[in-house]
């Protein structure tokens, strides 16, 4: 967290006492993705929309439609790698993350 | 009306007489009477209270925190080792601003194992964020377990308080006190609503969240602010308190201070003692006086500073080792007396652990030490060396 990104955060006499969260669903707005240091890259040549990333992935970081899988919400993914080691047809590979 | 009753029942005959909607505990030496008296009310069905019988104090607070958290009125009680092992969850109580109120019944931690009184176990959990209130007697156990309700759910405040009795000088001695007629008591506390309770549904929240590099600190100055808040609700809560009962508390408390050269400032019973080593000192025509510390955390810092102007000297009486620096309380009067233009020449006693004996003679020792300038910096009362 850099200085210049802190200026821009509540104080604490804004937020709620004692770390509570009194607004439901607010985690959609806290983007956790910038914690990853590898990404999930899918390969299109190789994936069948089994959607066993979609099940395996521990947050709501694979976007699927219509049962097809549509790519990663890049917002929330830590880069876990889950859903590359799972995936029956190794169609997502992890690559590094620019420093 | 006034009844002979010993420290640990005249808690457990308040929270008779407030009827919390929890409590979940774990009995150990000194503080069982509490518990095993309390259960028997909630068995015998003159109170409505959920009786949670935890294996273990880690558990008990643990229930407790998720009992506040859900918006009861929670109360425990616990000693010594009770107190370190629910270590991590004290913390998180403070942390998550639930007003619990826990009496302990101060004793030594081990070891050497003792079950005697001294103040080890509560003031090694001096920094977590609890406000800590002491009695000198047992009337002030009962009163102290009545306040601490009003005080921890104050909504400037939020915290939980520790009202600590020393360890069987108060827990187990049958003194006489006044109580309270129930309807006062109960009017006096009044009904407890949380402003964010975890079974109401319609408003759904989270507590116990996570936080990071980037809101820790900031949830950590809002403890030390709600700690510096809370002395004007203390203050206030002891000035209703003193009009239903006629007994008028206060933070600190002076005993023949005002033109006192040489003072003590002590916790707990012996600051009872203390006062009868000064009356005497005072027929001998010595200018003593001392101060009790009623409200430890926090700490009562100007109205310290006030009471320490112009006097000579001031020995710290700690009933605690903060072993390799000084007695804990040493530490917070120092910092009080840099504010003072001409600060009391301050010295540090170590007394009474694992409930030695501190007699009135050792008292004036500690007064004759100060006038005839014997002190070292730290002193250990009464032990052999
Ligand atoms: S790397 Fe982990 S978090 Fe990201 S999409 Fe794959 S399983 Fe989900």
């Known amino acids: 967290m850099r200085c210049s990104e802190m200026s821009k955060m509540l104080t604490a006499k804004e937020i709620a006492p004692g770390a509570m969260i009194t607004e439901p669903g607010s985690a959609m707005k806290f983007e956790t993705g910038d914690w990853r240091s590898f990404r999930p890259v899918l390969d299109r040549e190789k994936y069948i929309d089994c959607l066993t990333c979609w099940i395996f ?39 590094p993350e620019g420093v | ?31 069982t009477i509490i518990v095993e008296r309390f259960s028997d009310f909630v068995a015998d069905g003159e109170v409505e209270t959920e009786f949670v019988t935890a294996e273990s104090e880690h558990s008990a607070m643990s229930i407790c925190i998720g009992a506040a958290s859900a918006g009861a009125r929670t109360v425990t009680a616990t000693a010594s080792a009770g107190v370190t092992y629910m270590w991590e969850t004290l913390g998180i109580a403070a942390g998550m601003r639930v007003p619990i109120t826990m009496a302990v019944a101060n004793r030594a931690l081990s070891a050497p194992i003792n079950i005697h009184c001294d103040h080890s176990d509560v003031m090694s959990a001096r920094d977590l964020g609890w406000i800590l209130i002491f009695a000198e007697n047992v009337q002030e156990a009962y009163d102290n377990a009545i306040m601490a309700m009003k005080i921890a759910e104050h909504p400037d405040v939020r915290l939980p308080v520790m009202h600590n009795l020393d360890g069987f000088i108060l827990s187990h001695a049958i003194e006489r006190m006044s109580t309270l007629e129930t309807h006062t008591v109960k009017n006096f506390v009044g009904e407890y609503k949380s402003k964010h309770s975890l079974l109401d549904i319609e408003h759904p929240i989270t507590h116990g969240a996570m936080d990071q590099q980037d ?105 605690h080792m903060a072993i390799g620096s000084t007695g804990p309380m040493f530490g917070d009067v120092c910092a009080t007396a840099i504010d003072l233009e001409k600060p009391p020449e301050l010295v540090n006693y170590i007394y009474g652990l694992g409930g030695r004996d501190v007699p009135v003679s050792d008292l004036k020792k500690v007064y004759m030490d100060m006038i005839e300038g014997n002190c070292k910096k730290v002193n250990y009362l009464g032990v052999r060396i």
Request: hydrophobic letters at 35%; aromatic letters at 8%; a negative charge.
């Open chain 2, 1 to 31: 009306m006034d009844i002979g009753i010993n420290g640990d029942s005249a808690v457990a005959l308040a929270w008779k007489q407030v009827d919390p909607d929890v409590c979940a505990a774990y009995p150990i030496t000194p503080q």
């Open chain 2, 215 to 319: 809101y820790y600190f900031e949830h950590k100055y809002q403890l030390a602010e709600a700690m510096q808040g809370a002395i004007k609700v203390i203050e206030d809560v002891f000035e209703e308190f003193g009009s239903i009962s006629g007994r008028k508390y206060d933070l600190l408390e002076p005993y023949r201070c005002d033109d006192a050269e040489y003072v003590s400032i002590v916790i707990g019973s012996t600051a009872g003692t203390i006062k009868e080593a000064v009356d005497q000192l005072r027929e001998e025509g010595h200018k003593v006086g001392s101060i009790k510390v009623r409200v430890y955390r926090p700490f009562p810092t100007e109205m310290m500073s006030k009471l320490l102007e112009g006097k000579k000297a001031a020995a710290v009486l700690d009933r």
């Open chain 1, 57 to 95: 992935c521990p947050d709501d970081s694979i976007i699927a439609k219509d049962g097809k899988m549509e790519g990663f919400r890049l917002s929330h993914c830590k880069g876990c790698g889950i859903c590359a080691r799972n995936c029956p047809k190794n169609a997502i590979r992890m690559e």
